[in-house]
């Protein structure tokens, strides 16, 4: 099976989105992610459990190669 993952980084925002599909509205589930208190990532849904989008926050911290 190959799946086709898209990269985004955002430096300024020091964040980034593995996307791994096109699919939007308003039925989309994200859900958030916090380790030690702090935010760390969203993860996107469909309400069927398709997963289409992981949001990584404190990119630096995260990926460093990156950003």
């Given at each position: 099976m190959k799946i086709?993952?898209?990269?985004?980084?955002?430096?300024?925002?020091?964040?980034?989105?593995?996307?791994f599909s096109s699919e939007k509205g308003r039925s989309l589930v994200t859900v958030p992610v916090s380790f030690g208190g702090e935010l760390?990532?969203?993860?996107?849904?469909?309400?069927?459990?398709?997963?289409?989008?992981l949001e990584l926050l404190d990119l630096s911290v995260q990926l460093p190669k990156v950003s």
């Open positions: 086709n993952v898209e990269l985004c980084a955002d430096r300024e925002a020091n964040a980034a989105s593995l996307i760390v990532a969203t993860i996107t849904f469909t309400p069927q459990g398709k997963l289409v989008e």
